[in-house]
């Protein structure tokens, strides 16, 4: 038997008016997921235990089974494991705009991979010993820091767009005012390489998690093929065989072909593959509903089409399940629960794979810890 894990990232979504009140899915055509959801047997999962923000990071490893109430120390920590840097706290950051008190702009004008390196190698000149900068693709970067963790608060940028950052520095231990400076800081060197950023973002830090590892927890060889660092972290983390594909954007302007095909590759020398796609989550952020319902459909046929013409159905068990929703009304992740199907058990009388049918299928609500353990 071989598994497949895959998760089209913020799919699920509300019923929309514009839509004739149904859900993107629910409008979609998409032959190739209502295949996996008539001939498998459905279900609701809750991805985002209680207490926890509904990021992917959180909704990745609940759907692996790995407890975030255990194991997690923050979304820093994950990409700087994807990124093989090591240390004893780790902080994500980012080049950030802010005028006026208020975050304008969390990405920094989505400055250039050159331009935010030379931002990082200067900040690296004017900071205490036991601190470094490490820049990562475009605006985001990573701080580590060689001191012991203490508790801090901090806020994602992106969740105070348009808000004064007053409010939401980091606070809670004495690394906090050493975070503040740093920031400070930056807004000396910042606008001296870009007119589109100012100052640095501290947030999401943490110690380097040692995540259970997939082999000791199933028992599989396990292979990871996803667009995205965090995702890849969380690979690299549980030992897992992460695949990177060339030419891919984490939009819906994808390489969708390579993506699939290494997929169908994997499968050939791992017992189980986790495909983790990002577009559609992204179409979701920007509010638009019908280029959502487009991208599902896409997905519809590149993806999953593309990887059931090509492998044995009768030898697979293959889990359909977006990590969280991310309704296009709202703009941003949510807690609710989502869809998802199980290719390879009894099958149940769901026709459709949605939001809604799926909650009439045979197993009901699951908590998301317990989703692996349904499969394998
Ligand atoms: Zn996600």
Redesign the pocket.
């Known amino acids: 038997m071989k598994y497949l894990l895959l998760i089209p ?2 799919m699920a979504d509300l019923r929309i008016e514009e839509l004739g009140n149904k859900t993107p899915l629910e409008v979609a055509d998409k032959p190739n997921m209502d295949f996996l959801a008539k001939e498998g047997c459905c279900g609701i999962a809750r991805t985002i235990p209680e207490g926890f923000e509904p990021g ?1 990071d959180i ?1 990745n490893l609940t759907i692996l089974g790995i407890d975030v109430r255990k194991y997690y120390t923050g979304r820093g920590p994950i990409e700087a494991l994807y990124r093989g840097i090591k240390g004893k706290v780790i902080f994500r950051c980012n080049i950030v705009k802010v005028e006026g008190g208020l975050m304008i702009d969390y990405s920094g004008g989505k400055v250039g991979d050159d331009v935010a390196r030379e931002i990082f190698k200067a900040l690296n000149e004017n900071i205490p010993e036991f601190m470094r900068f490490y820049s990562g693709r475009s605006y985001r970067g990573l701080l580590v820091i060689e001191r012991e963790y203490c508790e801090v608060e901090t806020t994602p940028p992106h969740d105070i767009t348009g808000k004064p950052i007053i409010n939401y520095l980091p606070r809670g231990c004495e690394l906090s005012d050493v975070l503040i400076e740093i920031m400070e800081r930056s807004k000396d060197v910042v606008p001296r390489f870009t007119e589109k950023a100012n100052m640095i973002w501290i947030w999401g830090g943490g110690r380097i998690p040692s995540f259970p590892k997939f082999k000791d927890l199933y028992g599989l060889r396990a292979a990871m093929i996803s667009e995205v660092d965090l995702i890849m972290g969380i690979g690299r983390g549980m030992g897992m065989d992460v695949i990177e594909v060339d030419g891919v954007t984490g939009y819906i302007d994808t390489n969708y072909k390579g993506l699939a095909r290494a997929t169908v590759k994997a499968l050939n020398d791992h017992d189980f593959v986790m495909l983790h796609i990002e577009g559609i ?1 992204e179409v979701s952020h920007e509010g638009d509903f019908e280029r959502k319902v487009e991208a599902i459909e896409v997905y519809d046929e590149k993806i999953v089409g593309y990887i059931i013409d090509r492998i044995d159905l009768e030898d697979f068990r293959i889990m359909l399940i977006p ?2 929703q ?1 309704p296009v009304k709202i703009r941003t ?1 949510t807690r609710d629960p989502v869809p998802f199907t199980v290719f390879g058990l009894k099958r149940d009388d769901v026709r459709s794979f949605d939001e809604f049918s799926c909650r009439k299928g045979r197993l009901g609500f699951v908590e998301g810890l317990r989703l692996m353990r349904l499969m394998i």
């Open positions: 990232d913020g992917s909704a989550d990590d969280h991310t992740h």
